[in-house]
């Protein structure tokens, strides 16, 4: 579910997470923390208290209370942490010749 703009009030933050099943996996972006994200499965929520509860994948003993009117964002879209996709491969720049000796690689533009 995608909201145009996204959720700006509790009410309508508590509309989202309650159309999600237990053990959904969401990215959590807060108020209190820019840039950091908060990800895992939907543990728990509490309207009354006004937090949900993120159960880690990778620690299972770890699991993160948040406020309800802490909510920046959330990404609904992944099913588990990790990237998206996997990097392209690459090459380095410097490489090895026959003799022993380190140089730039033939092809490379920026020399």
């Given at each position: ?14 509309s ?44 299972p ?51």
């Amino acid at each position: 579910m995608t909201f145009t703009p996204p959720p700006k009030t509790v009410d309508e933050f508590w509309s989202l997470i309650s159309s999600y099943a237990i053990g959904k996996y969401l990215m959590i972006y807060k108020k209190s923390e820019p840039g950091i994200i908060t990800q895992g499965r939907l543990a728990a929520r509490d309207r009354a208290i006004g937090v949900i509860v993120l159960q880690s994948d990778n620690y299972p003993d770890k699991a993160h209370v948040i406020r309800l009117d802490d909510l920046k964002l959330i990404d609904d879209t992944r099913t588990g942490s990790g990237a998206l996709s996997s990097v392209a491969p690459m090459e380095g720049d410097w490489v090895l010749d026959p003799y022993g000796n380190w140089t730039r690689r033939q092809n490379n533009p920026i020399q």
